[in-house]
């Protein structure tokens, strides 16, 4: 044991040792032009400038626990407006409240696949569709979003389950949404904490020889990134995908999907670059500077408040699942479709 772990461990710092080795390479070379970068450069500082705007951030939590007859689910989702001037606090409001109730929903028919991805489109459709209505309330000048701005490709069901039907509802919520953020001027962002894409890495291994490839091709974006950009720095932004016609969440996103854009930038010195999500035509130095204002508050934690504040008013505990459970079990009495399954039921560990 002590041997393998010895040499995964230098295993790690070689290939650490590699990214940087190629990152210092490609800073020097001063590059002007990436494959499907859509502006020039590959690395640019990013603009710094005391903010004034209304800021607004939208999170959703999730519980679900697949039962012996039934899988029961359980989410809710918080908005929070923080007003700024000169990049100082100055007001913050709820929606639809500070607690809000959460949704409680149960299933009967699903395999787990299906049902794991049902699950992520029942909280997707909460957390957006409150971002519809944070939008058409208040209006922010930014809007955030806990992660991506489109669906992910696991999200995406096959035809004619219910788990599609749920992903029709949420596709439309998304396409709302973009409609009502630009009829309102309201600009989305999708902020990425820890990305696991490898976009940046495919174009840049475009541009490499091929012992440089092999080490990118065992790397994430911002595994990358964290030795190519500097503090205060942010790559050139990049579409979504090479083609969004070709890409299938994009494709179902209709004319918005080839909106669909992409930077990451490094707010703080001592944490990782972040991967950030944008509607074109919103500038991406624009979008950077907001970002990184807003995520200076601790040198090894860049992330901005007002996502964190939606982060912690939306996580849910357990017990709110076990409670529910506990209820429908008084209230249907000693029966099989209660079970728990084996594995939540040991009598032995």
């Known amino acids: 044991m002590r ?22 390479g490609l800073r020097e070379k001063g590059i002007e032009v990436l494959p499907d970068g859509l502006e020039r450069g590959m690395v640019l500082p990013v603009p ?16 679900a626990q697949e039962f012996h007859g039934f899988d029961l689910l359980m989410s809710r989702a918080v908005g929070v407006v ?27 028919t699903m395999d787990t696949h299906e049902f794991n991805t049902y699950k992520s489109l029942f909280r997707l459709r909460r957390e957006i569709g409150c971002a519809v209505e944070l939008c058409e ?4 000048n930014y809007l955030f979003l806990d992660g991506s701005i489109v669906p992910q490709v696991s999200d995406r ?19 709302k949404l973009f409609s009502s953020c630009e009829a309102r001027g309201t600009k989305l962002i999708g902020v990425i904490k820890d990305s696991r894409g490898r976009r940046f890495i495919e174009i840049l291994e475009k541009m490499l020889v091929e012992s440089e490839r092999e080490t990118l091709r065992r790397s994430n974006d911002t595994s990358f990134l964290s030795f190519l950009l500097k503090e205060g720095e942010r790559t050139c932004s990049f579409s979504y995908a090479t083609s969004a016609k070709e890409h299938v969440v994009l494709k179902d996103l209709r004319d918005w999907g080839p ?9 703080a010195p001592e944490d990782r670059p972040l991967r950030v999500e944008f509607l074109s035509p919103t500038p991406a130095s624009e979008v950077a500077s907001v970002i990184c204002e807003l995520s200076k508050i601790n040198k090894r934690y860049a992330y901005p408040a007002v996502l964190i504040e939606a982060d912690l008013r939306a996580a849910m505990d357990p017990l709110e ?3 529910a459970y506990k209820d429908l079990f008084v209230r249907t009495g000693l029966r099989s479709a209660m ?6 039921s040991r009598p032995f560990r």
């Open 259 to 267: 909106k669909i854009s992409a930077l990451y930038c490094r707010p």
């Open 3 to 24: 041997d393998r772990i010895r040499e995964i461990a230098e295993s790690i710092a070689k290939l650490d040792d590699e990214r940087q080795t190629i990152a210092e």
């Open 157 to 175: 069901p096959t035809e004619g389950t219910d788990a599609r039907k749920l992903y029709e509802e949420v596709l439309a919520l998304y396409n």
């Open 321 to 323: 699942l076990e409670r």
């Open 82 to 108: 923080f007003g700024y001037d000169s990049s100082r606090r100055t007001s913050h409001k709820y929606h639809p409240s500070a607690l809000p109730e959460s949704e409680i929903a149960a299933t009967y």
């Open 339 to 344: 079970m728990k399954l084996r594995r939540d």
């Open 137 to 140: 309330k208040h209006s922010p």
């Open 48 to 63: 710094t400038s005391p903010l004034t705007a209304s800021v607004a951030a939208v999170d959703g939590g999730l519980l």
